[in-house]
């Protein structure tokens, strides 16, 4: 006769948790649509807002020292970044007759604000290195990242300040 025996029960745990995460839109070369068009270089600067973020935790321990769980959690993220140099555009404002009047080579700073809601979805594997007492762990795994919705606004303001020209709840589409 074959048996097997398990030294111990595997263990389910749970636990919540909310929190403060901070979100900063770093690149090293911003090369789109706007950047060949109208913006030549890297002068930008890119700064972050506190965010909130909430997930819930569940696994089980399989032994002493090894366990495997996941943590989806939900993000709100806001972002901005902006340029440092002027750059020309071509603005377009609506005037009071209700047409648009445009202006060839504007010179003043862009800046965009971003604001994403997404779900994050871990499967960590977690070896506890010196047991229990001392909580060094060795982790690893996946993750399933999912952005639910998204905009974005965008601003021009000239030098003179006189013609910001915002556009708002741009959809940003996956």
Known sequence: VFATVLKSQPQIFFGAGVGPQISRFNFSGFQNEYT????????YKSSGTTNIQGGLRFGVKLGEKFSVYTDPSFFLKKFKYETQSVTREVTRKINDQGTPDYAINQEGNRSWTFNTRAIHV??????????????MHLTG??????????????????????????????????
């Not at 060949?36 to 002068?43: A, H, I, T």
């Not at 871990?122 to 909580?135: C, E, Q, S, T, V």
């Open 36 to 43: 060949r068009n109208y913006y030549d270089g890297n002068d």
């Open 122 to 135: 871990p499967l960590i594997a977690r070896y506890n290195l010196f047991g229990d007492r001392f909580g």
């Open 141 to 174: 795994g996946l993750s399933f990242n999912y952005m639910l919705s998204g905009d974005y606004t965008t601003e021009f303001v000239t030098i003179d300040r006189t013609a910001p020209v915002k556009v708002n709840n741009n959809p940003i589409i996956g």
